[in-house]
């Protein structure tokens, strides 16, 4: 077992260090070459070692393959004018810790399949699958490739017609040997990265040979509004493949096409199941719009002539529309605690496209743009001054209600900088909707993601250097909502990145992932049902998969049974650390490694009191009782848990367990005082708010 101890060129004072079964070594600079050479030279692989020195957000850039403990006497020791006490405790705090832990154990994938599977042909999917090429599977749940953007009619911000952007895409990924199967839907998945097994189901019925006569449109008796705008359900495609396809989910089987048609059309709604196997997945499938019916004030739904906006741009593309007063309504049940409580960021450029689709076709018509704030980001900003010089009025405020006036509509608003209360009479009324993530897709993965949320938290959780190897990926829209450009950029860095990681013949990780010993499991579940991944799974005995597993430690924190653990967090590890930094009065602060702790690090041209001791965690949510308790026992004045904010935990609700843990400890009456407990969300630059609270805690 050894211990380097790192002076970072004499800005830290060393203390002679001994303890029994280790080895110390001292050094001036661990993060230069000579220094990387000086422990790789006494490394033995997967030997569990201890780095005491700067800070880890420093030292993951140089020692990460040795996967060190790492202790930070630099930002929480010396710079702080702390004396060598406390950095022989925080020294002594990370041997107790290395001698409880094992060697995190390798985990390898092998490369089973190159294929990637791209589910969704929008712009993401397929730009992803026109850089993959041949080893590309596209899948897309329509008969035509395009998603999102086949269906609208122009790209903001200038209005550019869809089909600039798609069909040179489309012909690419055609002609590129990419292996496209439309009115394809996935049942299962299963596997691990590089090795997935995938259950779909591709439509028997199809049309096989179209000489575009239609005929077939004639005779179909079937009409579906399709937003907005009444087709059959036999329609010309509006992308690729070309000629008239059937969409079966309306279709009624009548079989009248089929009389008429001089090609080929097999009429038949049931569905071929195979199976496809894979090594890695692009998840391309866009975002679905808000349903504005929920928002009864505005009548969606109920009144005529008030869209969707893709309603709204349809209609006014086939001319079936030419209003004079037209009143778009931005942020549309988007930020707004009872429907959708963030911002979806494309919407304004949405609604603003509309007011200049509008004002380009019909100049004459009057466009009132209704608003809490505009989000337009960069360059964007001068289609902005462009609408106010065509004439557009901005109202800032959002609609109380519209109702039926006159055979028009009637918008009544308070304009927020005049405070007057206006009454816009209008033809027509477009909701710029917000958008919500593809819920069906997310129940498919085997992985788990908040159902509520894009998944933009799992993405985040690659950004850490010890985490695990992730072979599906989000691209574009399914992501978070993104502009056609953004979405493509997306799309590519996804694509050359599970390219990469599939190129190699394993795939190999230190990450550290939960494990569970069968012997202490009690089965009761609580891990299951709180693993914010699915990585847990329960047969005869409790499993954890490394290849799910994201190494937040929340199951470790829930099992009673003490039966969960977390490779290089165990609970035997982080008492022992607890154990060696606790004295009377200490603060014991367990900061989470993506917020908290990074927030502590820059603390240090502040100052915060010598007592308080950090453990760094890999989610506030790893902070089990039994570790506050134990701190409190011996004698700490006070704990502090410091994570993420809400929505920005890198496990989902880390965080929020965490929280509701410590409401339970607060409840528990005279054994622990609520005002020496606390937990706080701390961002990676409130250094200030850390102090503030470790302050405030030191009064307690
Ligand atoms: Fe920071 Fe969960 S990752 S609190």
Same mark, same amino acid.
């Given at each position: 077992?050894?211990?380097?101890?790192?002076?970072?060129?004499?800005?830290?004072p060393?203390p002679?260090?001994?303890?029994?079964?280790?080895?110390?070594?001292?050094?001036?600079?661990?993060?230069?070459?000579?220094?990387?050479?000086?422990?790789?030279?006494?490394?033995r692989d997967?030997?569990?070692?201890?780095?005491?020195?700067?800070?880890?957000?420093?030292?993951?850039?140089y020692?990460?393959?040795?996967?060190?403990i790492?202790?930070?006497?630099?930002?929480?020791?010396?710079?702080?004018?702390?004396?060598?006490?406390?950095?022989?405790?925080?020294?002594?705090?990370?041997?107790?810790?290395?001698k409880?832990?094992?060697p995190?154990?390798?985990k390898?994938?092998?490369?089973?399949?190159?294929?990637?599977?791209?589910i969704?042909?929008?712009?993401?999917?397929?730009?992803?699958?026109?850089?993959i090429?041949?080893k590309?599977?596209?899948?897309?749940?329509?008969?035509?490739?395009?998603g999102?953007?086949?269906?609208?009619?122009?790209l903001?911000?200038?209005?550019?017609?869809?089909?600039?952007?798609?069909?040179?895409?489309?012909?690419?990924?055609?002609?590129?040997?990419v292996?496209?199967?439309?009115?394809?839907?996935?049942?299962?998945?299963?596997?691990?990265p590089?090795?997935?097994?995938?259950?779909?189901?591709?439509?028997?019925?199809k049309?096989?040979? %179209? +000489?575009? &006569? $239609?005929?077939c449109?004639? *005779? !179909? =008796?079937?009409?579906?509004?399709?937003?907005?705008?009444?087709r059959?359900?036999?329609?010309?495609?509006?992308?690729?493949p070309?000629?008239?396809?059937?969409?079966?989910?309306? %279709? +009624?089987? &009548? $079989?009248?096409?089929?009389? *008429? !048609? =001089?090609?080929e059309?097999?009429?038949d709604?049931?569905?071929?199941?195979?199976?496809?196997?894979?090594?890695?997945?692009?998840?391309?499938?866009?975002?679905?719009?808000?349903d504005?019916?929920?928002?009864?004030?505005f009548?969606?739904?109920r009144?005529?002539?008030?869209?969707?906006?893709?309603?709204?741009?349809?209609?006014l593309?086939?001319?079936?529309?030419?209003?004079?007063k037209?009143?778009?309504?931005?942020?549309a049940?988007?930020?707004?605690?009872r429907?959708?409580?963030y911002?979806?960021?494309?919407?304004?450029?949405?609604?603003?496209?509309?007011?200049?689709l509008?004002?380009?076709?019909?100049?004459?018509?009057?466009?009132?743009?209704?608003?809490?704030?505009?989000?337009?980001?960069g360059?964007?900003?001068?289609?902005?001054?462009?609408?106010?010089?065509l004439?557009?009025?901005?109202?800032?405020?959002?609609?109380?209600e519209?109702?039926?006036?006159?055979?028009?509509?009637?918008?009544?608003?308070?304009?927020?900088?005049?405070?007057?209360l206006?009454?816009i009479p209008?033809?027509?009324?477009?909701?710029?909707?917000?958008?919500v993530?593809?819920?069906?897709?997310?129940d498919?993965?085997?992985?788990?993601?908040?159902?509520?949320?894009?998944?933009?938290?799992y993405?985040?959780s690659?950004?850490?250097?010890?985490?695990?190897?992730?072979?599906?990926?989000?691209?574009g829209?399914?992501?978070?909502?993104?502009?056609?450009?953004?979405?493509?950029?997306?799309?590519?860095?996804?694509?050359?990145?599970?390219?990469h990681?599939?190129?190699?013949?394993r795939?190999?990780?230190?990450?550290?992932?939960?494990?569970?010993?069968e012997?202490?499991c009690?089965?009761c579940?609580?891990?299951?049902?709180?693993?914010?991944y699915?990585?847990?799974?329960?047969?005869?005995?409790?499993r954890?998969?490394?290849?799910v597993?994201?190494?937040?430690?929340v199951?470790?924190?829930?099992c009673?049974?003490?039966?969960?653990?977390?490779?290089?967090?165990?609970?035997?590890?982080?008492?022992?650390?607890?154990?060696?930094?606790?004295?009377e009065g200490?603060?014991?602060?367990?900061?989470?490694?993506?917020?908290a702790?990074?927030?502590?690090?820059?603390?240090?041209?502040i100052g915060?009191?010598?007592?308080?001791?950090?453990?760094?965690?890999?989610?506030?949510?790893?902070?089990?009782?039994?570790?506050?308790?134990?701190?409190?026992?011996?004698?700490?004045?006070a704990?502090?848990?410091?994570?993420?904010?809400?929505?920005?935990?890198?496990?989902h609700?880390?965080?929020?367990?965490?929280?509701?843990?410590?409401k339970?400890?607060?409840?528990l009456?005279?054994?622990?005082?609520?005002?020496?407990?606390?937990?706080?969300?701390?961002?990676?630059?409130?250094?200030?708010?850390?102090v503030?609270?470790?302050?405030?805690?030191?009064?307690?």
């Amino acid at each position: 077992m050894k211990a380097f101890l790192c002076s970072c060129g004499n800005r830290i004072p060393l203390p002679e260090f001994k303890e029994e079964g280790v080895e110390v070594f001292y050094h001036d600079a661990l993060c230069s070459p000579a220094g990387i050479e000086f422990i790789t030279e006494r490394w033995r692989d997967d030997e569990p070692i201890m780095i005491a020195g700067c800070s880890p957000v420093v030292g993951e850039r140089y020692f990460s393959r040795f996967n060190p403990i790492y202790i930070n006497i630099r930002e929480q020791g010396s710079y702080l004018g702390h004396g060598q006490e406390k950095i022989g405790d925080l020294i002594r705090s990370g041997v107790a810790w290395l001698k409880a832990t094992k060697p995190i154990e390798k985990k390898v994938f092998d490369v089973k399949s190159t294929d990637i599977l791209i589910i969704g042909s929008g712009v993401a999917g397929l730009e992803a699958a026109r850089l993959i090429g041949r080893k590309a599977i596209l899948i897309e749940r329509r008969p035509y490739l395009g998603g999102t953007v086949a269906d609208l009619d122009r790209l903001y911000p200038e209005g550019t017609p869809n089909s600039h952007t798609l069909m040179p895409l489309i012909n690419q990924v055609v002609s590129g040997g990419v292996r496209f199967k439309p009115d394809t839907e996935i049942v299962s998945i299963q596997g691990r990265p590089g090795d997935y097994r995938v259950r779909l189901r591709e439509r028997k019925g199809k049309v096989v040979r %179209c +000489d575009e &006569c $239609g005929r077939c449109l004639e *005779v !179909c =008796p079937v009409e579906v509004v399709d937003h907005g705008i009444k087709r059959k359900a036999i329609f010309r495609s509006p992308s690729f493949p070309p000629g008239y396809l059937i969409d079966f989910s309306t %279709c +009624d089987l &009548c $079989g009248e096409c089929v009389k *008429v !048609c =001089p090609g080929e059309i097999i009429l038949d709604r049931s569905w071929n199941e195979y199976e496809l196997h894979c090594g890695g997945i692009i998840v391309a499938t866009g975002l679905n719009h808000f349903d504005p019916v929920q928002l009864s004030e505005f009548g969606y739904g109920r009144l005529p002539n008030v869209y969707t906006h893709l309603e709204f741009e349809r209609k006014l593309a086939r001319g079936e529309i030419k209003p004079e007063k037209v009143v778009i309504v931005h942020c549309a049940g988007s930020r707004d605690e009872r429907y959708l409580d963030y911002c979806s960021g494309i919407c304004c450029l949405l609604g603003l496209k509309e007011a200049k689709l509008i004002k380009d076709r019909y100049p004459e018509t009057e466009v009132y743009l209704l608003y809490i704030d505009i989000r337009v980001r960069g360059e964007l900003e001068y289609l902005y001054k462009e609408l106010r010089n065509l004439g557009v009025k901005f109202v800032g405020g959002r609609p109380a209600e519209i109702i039926p006036k006159d055979g028009r509509l009637m918008v009544k608003v308070e304009d927020s900088l005049s405070s007057t209360l206006l009454k816009i009479p209008a033809d027509a009324v477009v909701l710029s909707t917000g958008f919500v993530p593809d819920k069906k897709i997310f129940d498919l993965l085997p992985i788990n993601l908040d159902r509520e949320r894009f998944p933009k938290a799992y993405d985040w959780s690659e950004l850490s250097v010890d985490g695990p190897p992730h072979a599906i990926l989000f691209a574009g829209s399914a992501r978070e909502p993104m502009s056609v450009p953004d979405s493509i950029l997306d799309a590519r860095a996804k694509a050359y990145r599970l390219s990469h990681l599939l190129s190699l013949p394993r795939i190999e990780s230190h990450h550290p992932v939960s494990v569970i010993d069968e012997e202490r499991c009690s089965l009761c579940s609580l891990c299951i049902q709180n693993c914010p991944y699915g990585a847990l799974q329960k047969e005869e005995k409790v499993r954890s998969d490394p290849a799910v597993c994201m190494g937040c430690g929340v199951c470790v924190a829930t099992c009673p049974s003490g039966a969960a653990n977390l490779e290089s967090y165990e609970t035997g590890g982080l008492m022992a650390a607890v154990e060696s930094l606790t004295k009377e009065g200490t603060i014991l602060a367990f900061l989470c490694r993506w917020s908290a702790y990074p927030a502590a690090d820059q603390a240090y041209p502040i100052g915060y009191p010598e007592s308080v001791r950090i453990i760094r965690v890999p989610c506030s949510g790893r902070v089990d009782p039994q570790l506050i308790l134990k701190g409190f026992e011996l004698g700490a004045r006070a704990v502090l848990i410091g994570g993420c904010y809400p929505e920005a935990c890198h496990y989902h609700t880390g965080n929020i367990k965490e929280r509701r843990r410590i409401k339970l400890l607060h409840a528990l009456d005279g054994i622990v005082d609520p005002r020496r407990l606390r937990i706080e969300w701390i961002g990676t630059d409130e250094a200030a708010k850390f102090v503030r609270v470790v302050e405030e805690l030191e009064k307690a």
